[in-house]
């Protein structure tokens, strides 16, 4: 008898190939068949008319503090995703000595939008070097996680109050003793190591991330540290991908690890067809090297979520509104129902000197209702100013009359990168590329803005399903992508495949009722912190390790997850 039998459903397995009728056999939280399994299970899950995949590998999240107080690491886990891994772009909370603690907290409350005082209250600090981090996180959980080794907490630890700054250099000294860390981290568990040469991380505080303008000889000496360990993977984003000394910087990181990198990619509005160039040269260096350079890209629009319950919106920095802007919500949204309050937050403009504030409170051709369920590729006769004029009211009036709906929690949508066109054509020719993979999803992060990490139910529904027009991909490689593809960028090769001895981490899915939900604003965070959350419909089963720790989105109290140290060898045993 099997521990678990999944019948009569449309296998997926994750390898690119037509699906097909078939049962799933599971043993000891490995597949042990996959085709016509005659024996009976202790557990049967009927597949009809289901779809049967492996389960989804996230590779660039930001749990690495919600990891200490959340089993369950929603959302992702509501998405069909069985692995995530954090630590990605050069945040996280190890090393760390004692007084380090809260300029890494403002880092990562800064470059990815955690509320500080959810992270002072939620983490409990019982560690100091990355393998102590590594044995402190090693829980139970509903699925799987990996993590990555930040430059930004590794640069602290080894240089005090000057890593800090990204402007000074570490001494012969620092760098041998950051090199011996990497190899230490990669040894102890550590996937590898991130790190972010983006002007637009910076702390809470709004000084620049430390490793910003990090010298080429500070990360050859970190790739040197991979090379030691003869393991581990590299996650690279950077705002001079366009400039030859970065290409060269990249060979440079490259050759000395001899080992995989990522790089983030997305379009700009500024250069638009940018990310094209980036990608053939980093195909470039990796041909010359010998080594995969894979670009991290999403499967639709960055999109910031604007209401009066997050981040941003139109009127705030409106004068009217500012006194408004800390009230509790309840009492907020009945000031703004009043029409003398309506009116003068109307009448007024933006007050900023932030070229992004002023966007999304002026270019209302670009800002969307978002609808329920939400439409990721609206065009323009969805837009707020489309709605304007078709209505004869300004667009003002349509977004704030817009946000007030559902007791003031309704939501407007502003695809700010990958929507330089008003469409996802250019995220199409991104995903169809060989050498890219669906990330970005970004898990855990930019609570009161950001919902992304719905990206593996969004590449399923749009690309497979709903994109009008043409342009979709066939199911089984979508599947393939964000499984096996996923999983091979970070050498997690036991998973991603429904095979013969790789692990049974598994979704069945009724596709034609598959669709990410309506965002939501929960205040379920440590301190009662907000976050945004997104559900989703369809997935009838996400099974990890052999057990159902989901089933119609609803948590069975499994916690088979755990720590995956490492990479993961390919299994023996396949068919």
């Known amino acids: 008898m099997h521990d678990l039998v999944i019948r009569g459903g449309l296998v997926v397995d994750g390898t690119g190939t037509a699906p097909r009728a078939a049962d799933v056999a599971v043993d000891a939280g490995r597949v042990s068949a996959v085709g016509e399994v005659p024996e009976p299970g202790r557990r049967e899950i009927d597949a009809s008319g289901k779809l049967v995949t492996p389960g ?39 090393p760390v000595k004692p007084e380090q603690r809260d300029w890494l907290i403002s880092l990562m409350e800064g470059v990815e939008d955690i509320p500080g005082s959810v992270l002072a209250e939620g983490m409990t600090w019982n560690w100091e070097s990355f393998p102590d981090y590594l044995d402190a996180i090693d829980t139970p959980h509903a699925i799987d996680f990996a993590a990555q080794l930040p430059h930004g907490a590794l640069r602290t630890y080894v240089m005090g109050r000057r890593g800090g700054d990204h402007s000074a250099r570490p001494t012969e000294a620092e760098m041998d003793r950051m090199r011996d860390l990497v190899a230490e981290a990669v040894e102890a568990g550590a996937l590898g190591w991130s790190t972010s040469r983006s002007a637009v991380h910076k702390s809470s505080t709004g000084e620049p991330t430390p490793s910003l303008t990090a010298s080429r000889e500070e990360l050859t000496g970190m790739a040197l540290g991979l090379a030691k360990a003869g393991a581990g993977v590299i996650d690279f984003i950077s705002d001079f991908m366009d400039e030859p000394e970065e290409m060269e910087f990249v060979s440079a990181v490259v050759e000395a690890a001899q080992r995989p990198v990522s790089v983030s990619i997305v379009q700009s509005d500024r250069v638009p067809d940018k990310w094209r160039s980036l990608l053939d040269g980093l195909a470039d260096i990796a041909a010359r090297q010998g080594v995969p350079i894979i670009g991290q890209v999403a499967p639709r629009a960055v999109g910031v979520m604007l209401g009066w319950e997050l981040s941003w919106h139109p009127f705030m920095t409106c004068p009217s509104y500012r006194p408004l802007a800390d009230l509790p919500r309840d009492e907020r949204v009945e000031q703004l129902r009043r029409p003398e309050i309506r009116a003068a937050i109307l009448a007024e403009g933006p007050e900023t000197d932030s070229e992004f504030v002023t966007r999304l409170s002026t270019r209302f ?55 330089a066109a008003g469409n996802l054509d250019a995220v199409r020719e991104m995903l169809a590329r060989t050498d890219t993979v669906p990330a970005l999803g970004d898990g855990g992060a930019h609570c009161g803005a950001i919902c992304d990490a719905s990206f593996p139910t969004t590449l399923l529904t749009h690309w497979g399903r709903d994109r009008q027009g043409g342009g979709r991909f066939p199911v089984e490689w979508l599947v393939k992508r964000h499984t096996v593809d996923t999983a091979a960028v970070v050498g997690l090769l036991d998973r991603g495949r429904l095979d013969v001895g790789y692990r049974a981490d598994i979704n069945v899915i009724d596709f034609e009722r598959l669709q990410a939900d309506r965002p939501e604003v929960l205040y379920d965070l440590p301190t009662g912190g907000r976050r945004l959350m997104q559900t989703a419909t369809g997935y009838v089963a996400t099974i990890v390790a052999g057990e159902v720790v989901f089933e119609d989105g609803r948590h069975t109290g499994a916690l088979p997850g755990r720590l995956v140290r490492g990479a993961q060898p390919t299994p023996t045993a396949t068919t």
Not at 62 to 90: E, I
Not at 385 to 399: F, I, K, S
Request: hydrophobic fraction near 40%; glycine fraction near 10%.
């Open 365 to 419: 051709d670009q800002v969307y209702l978002l609808g329920d369920p939400p439409n990721y590729e609206p065009g323009p006769e969805d837009s707020v100013a489309a709605l304007a004029q078709r209505t004869g009211v300004r667009p003002a009036e349509v977004a704030y009359d817009a946000m007030m709906a559902q007791d003031g929690r309704g939501l407007l949508y502003f695809p700010m990168l990958n929507y």
């Open 56 to 94: 989804f590998v996230d590779i660039h999240t930001h749990y690495d503090g919600q990891v200490t107080w959340d089993p369950l690491l929603t959302p992702s886990s509501l998405h069909g995703v069985t692995t995530v891994v954090m630590g990605n772009c050069g945040v996280g909370f190890a």
